[in-house]
């Protein structure tokens, strides 16, 4: 019986996928943007005049229409992968991306290992 | 004549630090069971001096000497006395001396604290800690000497950087300097107990104190940073993935793995050499860290002013206790059989190592990455935050959900019985999430598992105290305050991440704006002289619609002289349940000013947990000491 309302409850859960928002949010955007003639600040955390002017381009191109994704590479063809705090899926990126769960693969292999050696026995 | 006194105690603390190696040798050949008497007076001398030579560079700072470097570059007359104490530890040459009075007085304790193990043990650790605090000596006399002389004398400081200026500099160094510092004892002892056989369970016994004092001081000590960041850089934030930020977290994921570990170890005298490697790891990450920053191979908001030489003698000396910790390892290493079931508290803790391993290796890589690829390919890449929340926060979910019915499997075996409660519970969380999601705002799926997961860690904890509290039995109040704890922060931080407001304006003096439920006026601006710096100061009134509620905020920019600088303070209004905080800058050739506005529910609550956490761990440690000693 509980269990079965546990499932409705993970069904009404759900219902969250559709509560993405689908206009890029632009405070989303400048945190992920690094300001970069500061010392590690973001465009949002940043007062410079570089930060000001790239949260104009950013408001520019929402209102253009462009998702947040296509937004991200506009800026790295101009400026470089320097500039978005994520960096993008690529062959020089790959091993940051795939090595934290390889190792996280290799942890639980070796548990089970360990625990399994016991129930052979 | 500071410098003289500095400089000659420094001289004869490295002679001390010989004679101790050198009486410890010769008090491992004979066979008595004790540890002579001339070892416990030198290790009081050491103490003593080092302390002594701390306060002359105190002393230094305090009546300004601007004859000393560090004193000239860092201090002003001008400053309150606290900023000229705290500035001791504010710069490099500062805070290594800092680094090595730590260093000593956690020797001195260990040595001291420790009686009733053996011999040969506490003998080795002695000698390992002594070449550890040798090194730093070396490092600081010849590459960063704090009491050296700049001539003629100038007649007046350079002053400290004005974002240091704050209260939060008198302590949150020193905490987390007894942190990660302090991992350096249990790095020795791990070395002295494979050299003298000193293993399993007693060797468990001797350093879990120790684990728990660093560990206890390196929370807090991370919280205190994280609060002072918060109102001080004006980035709303509390947390950004700071290589130097990262640099804390590192050796803090190491020591909970450890202490974990250490519990199976004494109960069950298994994991001896895991127990071993962690503790190796964590000083060394210590040091890593110490070498990334303070080289400038990383930059952040942390950077003093670095240089190279400094990175260079840091590496040679983390490269030689790295190749003599895995030497010794090596060579004693063996593979035990282990003896563990599925369904056990030691599986559970396994789990624990497991997942703090992965958060380990995420945080490490995303902060070494930009390094590699500069280094092999030329191309700079940012690891951020958006990074690191995307790799880490999914498997926090089944972290939380671990470490909620870990504590309470039994030892050696047990099987699946309450599996009702925990359905209870899981579907109790899941309601509470669906009342916050319908009821006030709905948030991504992410979110949503990760406050139910979050909810179940707090209930199935609270319902622990209940069952701890009827049975009156007090062992397990910390650890269940601790783990409950780290449910509550995992809950603030996502409920503060979903329910925050933000928004990014540029107001002229005068101007009202209204924007979801808020108005917000720029009512007046006007200058302040104070001690240290000029002030210009907004008043800004914020405007709850709602509930039509009234409040002023002060955001200023200031303007320091020596050195010249312009900083930013945000105003900031604490509240049970949500801060209101403000930013303002100026825009050039422009009448307008950019203003930040934020609330940000449940901050203090954020605080609230971590010290909670780290209550924990001193509980602990209470407890230990009234068990054994």
Known sequence: ?121 | MLSNIGNSILFLSVLLCFSIIYYSFQNLKTNKDSITKIIFQLCVLQSTFIIISFLTLIAGFLISDFSLIAVYQNSHTLKPALYKIAGTWGNHEGSLLLWVLILTLFSFFFLILNKNHSKNYRIYTLIFQNILILGFLFFLLFNSNPFSVISPEPKEGLGLNPILQDPALAIHPPLLYIGFVGSSIYFSAAIASMLSNYSGKLFAKSIKNWVLVSWSFQTIGILTGSIWAYYELGWGGFWFWDPVENASLLPWFVMTALFHSLIVLEKRNLLYFWVIILCILTFILSVTGTFLIRSGILNSVHTFANDPSRGIFILIFLSLMIFTSVFVLFKKLKINSYNVNFYSKETFVLINNWFMIFYLITVMLGTVYPIFTEVLNDSKVSVGPPFYNTVIIPVVIFFLFFMSIGPKVRWIKDNLKNLNVILGILFFSILINFLIFYLFKSYSLISNFIIISSFFLIFSSLIDFVEHFKNHSIKNYSRIISHMSFGLLVLFIGLNHNFSLEKDLNLKLGEKITFEGYSLKFEKLYLKEFKNYKAIIGEFEVNNLKDNFNLSLYPQIRIYENPNTLTYEASIKTGILKDYYLTMSNIDRSDYYNVKFQKKPFMIWIWISVILISLGGFLRLFKNEKKNY
């Open chain 1, 1 to 121: 019986m509980k269990l079965k309302i546990i499932i409705i409850f993970f069904l009404l859960q759900l219902n969250t996928i559709n509560a993405k928002v689908l206009v890029a949010d632009p405070n989303i955007i400048f945190k992920n943007l690094r300001c970069l003639i500061c010392q590690g600040q973001s465009v949002a955390d940043s007062n410079s005049e570089f930060a000001q002017t790239l949260k104009l381009v950013v408001k520019d191109k929402i209102r253009e229409g462009k998702s947040e994704k296509e937004i991200y590479e506009f800026l790295i063809d101009k400026y470089g992968e320097w500039i978005v705090y994520k960096p993008p899926f690529n062959k020089v990126n790959s091993l940051l991306w795939i090595l934290p769960y390889f190792a996280l693969l290799i942890g639980g292999l070796i548990i089970m290992a360990l625990v399994k050696k016991r129930s052979n026995r």
